[in-house]
Nanobody, 122 residues
Framework: VQLQASGGGLVQAGGSLSLSCAAS????????MAWFRQAPGKEREFLGT????????ILADSVKGRLILSRDNAQNMMYLTLNSLEPEDTAVYYC????????????????WGQGTLVTVSS
């Protein structure tokens, strides 16, 4: 599976962010899907994951209440919406797929997009 993230750019604090991740050479609905982000000088941070037959979902506490994850199996796409943006949300955002269970660990995901930079201005 190849993943391509898009939708990054400059956004205002207090606004919302919408990112897309397109999958090719594979079928997304076979996998758990996740989003991570990495701010300058920091470790890659888990944001959320969902998938599986029961739609298992885990959201990071740092974004719970602001983060919405969705997918469109027919289009082989996954989406992230993050509301009430803060300058601290500035990071490169990555989509990922893989695994056989919902996990917060980056090493449980086999496929990664290239990342898309989001800059939140105050």
């Amino acid at each position: 599976v190849q993943l391509q993230a898009s939708g990054g750019g400059l956004v205002q604090a207090g606004g919302s962010l919408s990112l897309s991740c397109a999958a090719s050479k594979g079928t997304l609905n076979l996998y758990y899907m996740a989003w991570f982000r990495q701010a300058p000088g920091k470790e890659r941070e888990f944001l959320g994951t969902f998938g599986g037959v029961r739609g298992d979902t885990i959201l990071a506490d740092s974004v719970k209440g602001r983060l919405i994850l969705s997918r469109d199996n027919a289009q082989n796409m996954m989406y992230l919406t993050l509301n009430s943006l803060e300058p601290e949300d500035t990071a490169v955002y990555y989509c990922a797929a893989g695994g056989i269970f919902a996990s917060r660990r980056r090493y449980d995901y086999d496929f990664w997009g290239q990342g898309t930079l989001v800059t939140v201005s105050s």
